[in-house]
């Protein structure tokens, strides 16, 4: 995320069976979900372990994203923070090919990678907080801010049960 971060694994000169952490930054960087925008923090390191295996590499990612955007229940701004974790391998060649999207030319494409591990991470819904009471269906206020007994709106009966007002149960 932010600007091309990649890593040169054959610039590392590892050994089948060696392997070695990078760190790289994160970078800032926006993020659609929902039709809704995001911010996502790039202050966080993004960690690569690079292992070198008999033909071609295995990939280890792990970071901490931060969102910032509206809440899908109360479209207040939140953050949510998400735990990334994921693997890729890269074996081109042989008899079952096992390449990597993200491996190009010897290079790996880290904010590629961690752009899309973020969005697989992602919970279903993107909320402020977990107890988020969302909007009122009626006038639209925050459930949030708004005092359960003070926040009430008659209602209508609901004209599909006229009849069976009219019985006379005696």
């Not at 000169?13 to 960087?29: A, F, K």
């Not at 809704?36 to 590499?57: F, H, I, N």
């Not at 880290?110 to 899309?116: F, I, L, N, S």
């Not at 107890?131 to 009626?138: H, I, K, R």
């Amino acid at each position: 995320m932010g600007a091309s971060n990649t890593i040169d694994v054959t610039a590392l000169q590892l050994r089948p069976g060696e392997g070695r952490r990078i760190e790289v930054p994160l970078g800032d960087d926006s993020f659609t979900y929902g039709e809704q925008s995001y911010r996502v923090d790039g202050d966080e390191l993004v960690s690569v372990d690079v292992s070198k295996m008999a033909a071609g590499y295995a990939f280890h990612l792990h970071f901490t994203g931060r969102l910032t955007g509206p809440c899908m229940r109360c479209l207040d701004d939140g953050t949510v923070v998400v735990e990334v974790d994921a693997r890729e391998v890269d074996q081109p060649g042989g008899g079952e090919e096992m390449e990597s999207p993200y491996v190009q030319d010897e290079e790996l494409r880290v904010r590629d990678w961690a752009h899309d591990a973020l969005a697989l991470a992602l919970p279903v819904q993107l909320v402020c907080r977990p107890d988020c009471a969302g909007l009122c269906p009626v006038c639209g206020e925050s459930l949030n801010d708004a005092e359960p007994s003070a926040h009430d709106h008659p209602r209508d009966p609901d004209p599909r049960w006229d009849k069976l007002r009219e019985l006379k149960l005696d």
